[in-house]
């Protein structure tokens, strides 16, 4: 007897009318018109199940602290760590933990199973890395969360920094990060590259830095990543988070670049609410939109996630955990429009982006985990048009989350009965 079977799903990859069978939190089969007696069976009626969201970049520890001390006037990334900088001697374990679990039970609610969180190491306290760590622990029954020892200062232009960021690490973050372009010089960006993923290979962690977060087209520091990578044998295991320069690259030191990055086995995080927000600052018209070269990235076979990076913080006021919502802004600043293109960027907030997490049984196929969720679409292009309603979320066979669907009955002079939002069927 199967714990659960899905019936009538439309699946990302396109195939329609599958059946998912779980065991045991596992998927055991997915095929279509299964028939197998089961405690629990579920008619999708044609709607998508897609396996869960994950976030492959976001600050876990500075998340709904909008407004504390004060609010980000200038709308800068540069204001937002200066406007961290003051909140930090003010914040408590205790906040953090509380915000942080608030934040993780509205991804759950979105389907959101899988973060990677860039926690702050640059405080010899490090209390904002021993308050992730307490949220992971806590949330780990129900979403799985990557810390990674993040130099927010500078891990060279810091007092201490290498050292916090190493203690982070001995404490329990799983990925060592960077902010290169953060570093008092181009020079030390460079070494700052080179000592961390050194210190990654030494301990056998993958790396993510935020790299190249700036409208300088020379800041290149994603480069030093990609050669220290293939030095170093890490390939798999980098992740370039943001990358926004390479918008304001010469074309044709960029046709060098991407090809480098590909043949390192380099991944990229484009965050799109944020970088269209913070990015080209310092323009007046035309203002650059700065995101990562997405499209041509991928076409030239380098693994692209959308990150949320920040919700409600001192670099962004808005955000919901809604994945789709990020797949939505990707889509139109990149201008993917066409039907492939569209699909790319749901797969920017799922595959990919568990791909940059490196997770383990993920996706909707016998063997995995029974972890997916379902929508209030058919396919992934109407799931982020409508950013569609989850319907219902599980993790390793567990419904953790229901939400009703979204209807709005009309009450029109002519069109009785007449409704909206009613895309399956
Ligand atoms: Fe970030």
Redesign the pocket.
């Known amino acids: 007897m199967l714990d659960l079977l899905i019936t009538h799903a439309n699946l990302p990859d396109g195939r329609t009318d599958m059946s998912v069978a779980v065991q045991d939190g596992r998927i055991v089969e997915v095929t279509p018109g299964l028939q197998a007696p089961a405690h629990q069976t579920l008619d999708a009626a044609g709607q998508l199940l897609s396996p869960p969201f994950c976030d492959p970049?976001?600050?876990m520890d500075a998340t709904l602290s909008y407004g504390l001390p004060r609010i980000n006037q200038s709308g800068t990334l540069l204001e937002g760590i200066a406007l961290w900088g003051e909140l930090k001697p003010l914040l408590t374990e205790e906040a953090l933990v509380e915000r942080a679990l608030a934040y993780g039970d509205w991804a759950v609610a979105k389907g959101l199973l899988a973060i990677r969180s860039?926690v702050d190491t640059s405080d010899p306290s490090l209390l904002p890395v021993r308050a992730m760590l307490e949220v992971k622990r806590r949330m780990a029954p129900y979403l799985d969360v990557q810390l990674v020892a993040f130099p927010q200062d500078g891990v060279l232009r810091s007092p201490g920094g290498l050292d916090n960021l190493k203690r982070a690490l001995d404490l329990g973050a799983d990925v060592v990060g960077g902010i290169p372009h953060f570093e008092r010089t181009m020079a030390d960006g460079a070494a700052s590259v080179k000592l961390l993923c050194e210190l990654a290979a030494e301990r056998g962690l993958p790396v993510d830095m935020?790299c190249d977060?700036s409208d300088d087209p020379l800041s290149r520091h994603i480069e030093t990543l990609a050669y220290e990578t293939q030095r170093l044998g890490l390939q798999g295991r980098v992740n370039g988070?943001?990358l926004t320069s390479m918008h304001s690259m010469d074309n044709y030191y960029a046709s060098k670049l991407i090809p480098l990055i590909a043949e390192a086995g380099v991944s990229a995080v484009a965050?799109p609410l944020?970088n269209i927000t913070l990015q080209g600052r310092h323009d007046t018209y035309p203002k650059r939109r700065g995101m990562t070269r997405v499209p041509e990235l991928m076409a030239a076979g380098v693994t692209v996630a959308f990150?949320h990076?920040?919700v409600m913080d001192p670099w962004y006021s808005l955000g919901s955990g809604d994945m789709l919502e990020v797949a939505h802004m990707g889509l139109h600043v990149a201008q993917m429009t066409s039907q492939a293109g569209m699909r790319q960027c749901f797969e920017a907030v799922t595959v990919n982006a568990a791909q940059v997490m490196g997770l383990e049984g993920y996706g909707i196929a016998a063997g995995n985990d029974a972890s997916f969720v379902l929508l209030q679409a058919r396919d992934p292009v109407e799931a982020i048009r409508l950013r569609a309603t989850r319907l219902k979320v599980w993790r390793q066979g567990r419904l953790l989350a229901e939400t009703p669907a979204a209807q709005a009955r009309l009450s029109l002079p002519g069109r009785p009965g007449a409704t909206a939002f009613m895309p399956a069927g």
């Open positions: 970049h976001f600050h860039h935020h977060e988070s943001h965050n944020i990150g990076d920040c």
